[in-house]
């Protein structure tokens, strides 16, 4: 069984402890009884449990979440997205894995701002910008992104992670506003 054993230093240890009897004649003589301390086995098993739990709470929020969400790999391949993904774009999980994020492009955007995105996340450093891209169907949304590496034990990038928020309606908004500036402006300029 287990059971805690004080030591003569202060600290409770938890001890596995086993016993067998010692026979002569059929008769119990005594007792061989094994001491295993397992303090720090069951430290280490409850800091799993522990991390486990909190991998799936961080799991369900990433899967709940109201941006978008994606992981690649350091080479750019798609190995995991959201169901907000899924629902934004038009394409399934089984469409995008394998795939680079290169699919989302309208051709809208600078050459250079991807170039600048992929120079900066491959440095180690978070990327933040703005996104013209193109659903499965063609129409085409706005996406505020941030970008960020993911490093493993030595420091060495291994995955991207993207959190993206669909801004289509503020932008439409700022163009409007813009637009509606410029017809107020034109009247204004054109009064005697």
Do not use: C
């Not at 993911?150 to 993207?162: C, P």
């Amino acid at each position: 069984g287990e059971d805690f054993f004080l030591t003569k230093s202060g600290p409770l240890l938890l001890m596995e402890v086993a016993g067998r009897p010692i026979l002569q004649d059929n008769s119990v003589i005594g007792a061989v009884i094994a001491f295993h301390d397992i303090t720090e086995r069951k430290r280490t098993e409850a800091a799993l449990r522990q991390s486990e739990a909190i991998g799936r709470r961080l799991s369900t929020a990433v899967e709940q979440s109201p941006a978008s969400v994606v992981i690649t790999d350091a080479l750019g391949s798609i190995e995991y997205v959201n169901q907000k993904f899924v629902q934004k774009t038009g394409y399934s999980i089984e469409e995008v894995i394998g795939e680079n994020p290169r699919v989302l492009k309208s051709g809208l955007m600078p050459v250079a701002v991807y170039q600048n995105l992929w120079e900066t996340i491959t440095a180690g450093f978070e990327w933040k910008g703005e996104l013209h891209n193109r659903r499965k169907d063609g129409k085409l949304y706005w996406e505020s992104v941030s970008i960020s590496p993911i490093r493993n034990e030595t420091g060495s990038i291994t995955h991207f992670i993207a959190i993206k928020e669909d801004i289509s309606e503020r932008m439409r908004m700022e163009a409007q506003l813009r637009e509606n500036e410029l017809i107020q402006r034109t009247l204004i300029e054109s009064l005697p």
